[in-house]
């Protein structure tokens, strides 16, 4: 299939969009014409440019309101029509896209708009062109691909064929077993859109909300078999109308539908499919090799710290405190191992290579995480595929070069397995030390990452992981924080090895976003550890000297109302700062450190009786509790 997208989804004028296209490695355009309006240039400085980068303009979109006029109109749109052809002459474009009429005066009928596509197929044939028909979902008339493909058939002119949007399909929850049924070759152009499962009407929803395939709730795999099944090997293209896309880069969202173009494909997989032809049709398309399956992640195994000198010993004493104790030091480098229960940090405060110049950049963070995969090669593999950009540098003596790719703000996911040499990581880069004496706390693994940025970038990452790791997306949350709202996405594996939670927000006001000002960019903003009986580990922690978030007294008031706690367990849990969800059976007890050098912090939390939330009821208390603490940092404790 030729890969391709619509200028419409990116930001920037028609130059930047093309430039960026080409960039991202796509093949084709289709050419919006409020973009082409828009353009300072000629039509054929157009195909000059795109030619040049070595697009294919494979559409001019779109022609409304065309078949189904009255009398008094029809001529007029065939005019239209002959005047768009010119255009298209000019372009170097052999196909245009209409999409199913609006207009009010619009008359219904099946036949009626058969017999103007055919006479417009006549007339586009003597110019050598074809038509598509893309049935909207808000049409007058049309607006379920089954009626769309009907007036098509009936048409019956060669030049006249369909175009299948999978938006427009999935948000009226159409049945798509009817796609299997149309031949191939009369698909002239097949677009693709995800977008968040919305109530709403379907004109503001798709003009606003939709997304890249893997960003959204529709069903592009089911869609993408049945379109297979039809033996189509045209253009698949990309239909994007999404405000976070028109604020955002435009490289940066022309690479993210490549990416999604080759996830789609690759949900697809090298499976064979048997069309209504009874012709066996492989769903890959034979130019683009399969890749590895997406990576399984059996947890982190480590997180490391970009720290300078002078502040590393702040940290480490944190550390110490939490109950890790140094481990390892590095053979040749000023960088340190901390443990605790099944949890590896990495603490570097070196004076050149990657986590310096992302100290320099960012100040004190989370610069890298190392994933425990079942195959780093093979993640790495698939990373390339995907266009994630790969990371090395420089090993010295007895290191090993862990496979690596850029991430989130800069900072790098390394990937680890348990073959050689990776398996000799710990001991072949550090020296063993010995153990310091403060008691460890009971933190036994990481229960997840939480990770705020810009929110224009927010689909983009969610697709990066996505794409690339085994991870199933949880229902989208809104979080209230005293300065606005924050979006919250959690994304993990079936069994709870890896838990990222997405965070972002347009108010500049918000925690999240003071962290992206203060951290220079998108990162890991805290880090949750686990614990079998927090009790213990807060009794520990005040042992150790940590001083945990203070929570408000009238938030333990509300317990005793809204639960079924015994007077004695609120008590417990106010004594020890402990917040307290409860859903189904399941309960989540959470504490919280203060922020670092204000910038990350530390949560930790038990899970009882499977618990799979995040505390979400709490994430207000927290919040406002921390930007009080952020204000009056000399409150004193209870």
Known sequence: MKLSIATVCLSGDLREKLQAIAAAGLQGVEIFENDLLAFDGTPQDVRRMAADLGLDIVAFQPFRDFEGLPPAKRDRAFARAERKFDLMAELGCTLMLICSNVAPDSIGGIGRAADDFRALGERAATR????????LSWGRHVYDYRDSWEIVRRADHPAIGLVLDSFHIGARRTDMAAIRNIPGDKIFLVQLADAPMLTMDYLTWGRHFRSFPGQGDMPIPEFMEALAATGY????SLEIFNDQFRAGSTKS?????????????????????????GKTVSSQPTARPAMPPRTR???????????????????????????????????????SRW??????????????????????????????????????????????????????????????????????????????????????????????????????AGLTTIDHISQSMHYEEMLSWLLFYTSLLDLAKLPEATVLDPGGVVKSQVIQTAGGELRLVLNASQSARTMSSRFLNEAFGSGVQHIAFSTNDIFATVEQLKKNGVDLL?????YYDDLETKTELSLEVIERLKAA????????????????????????????????QAYQGFGATNAQIRLASQTRAARNPAVPKR
Do not use: M
């Open 253 to 277: 969202v022309a690479v993210d539908g490549h990416r999604s173009l080759i996830f789609a494909l690759d949900q697809l997989a090298a499976t064979a499919v048997r069309p209504i032809s």
């Open 128 to 135: 050598g062109y074809r038509v598509g028909y893309e049935a």
């Open 297 to 335: 992640c059996q947890g982190t195994e480590f997180i490391e710290f970009s720290i300078d000198a002078t502040t590393a010993p702040q940290l480490e004493n944190l550390l110490l405190s939490l109950g890790f104790c140094q481990t390892g030091r590095h053979r040749s480098k000023s960088v």
């Open 577 to 608: 700062d402990i917040l307290y969800e409860r859903d189904g059976n399941g309960e989540y007890l959470q504490i919280y450190t203060h922020a670092f050098d204000d910038r990350f912090f530390f949560e930790i939390v038990e899970r009882r």
């Open 339 to 440: 443990q605790q229960g099944q949890i590896n940090l990495v603490v570097n405060s070196e004076t050149k290579g990657f986590a310096h110049a992302f100290g320099v950049t960012h100040g004190a963070g989370v610069c890298a995480i190392g994933l425990k995969v079942d195959n780093a090669n093979a993640a790495l593999g698939r990373a390339r595929a995907l266009l994630d950009v790969p990371f090395s540098q420089g090993i010295g003596p007895g290191e090993i070069e862990v496979p690596a790719i850029r991430g989130l703000g800069g900072g790098l996911v390394y990937f680890i397995d348990g073959k050689p040499p990776l398996d000799r990581l710990w001991d072949s880069e550090f020296v063993p030390v010995p153990v310091q004496t403060k008691t460890a």
């Open 550 to 554: 203070r929570i408000p007294e009238n």
């Open 233 to 236: 090997d045209g253009i698949l």
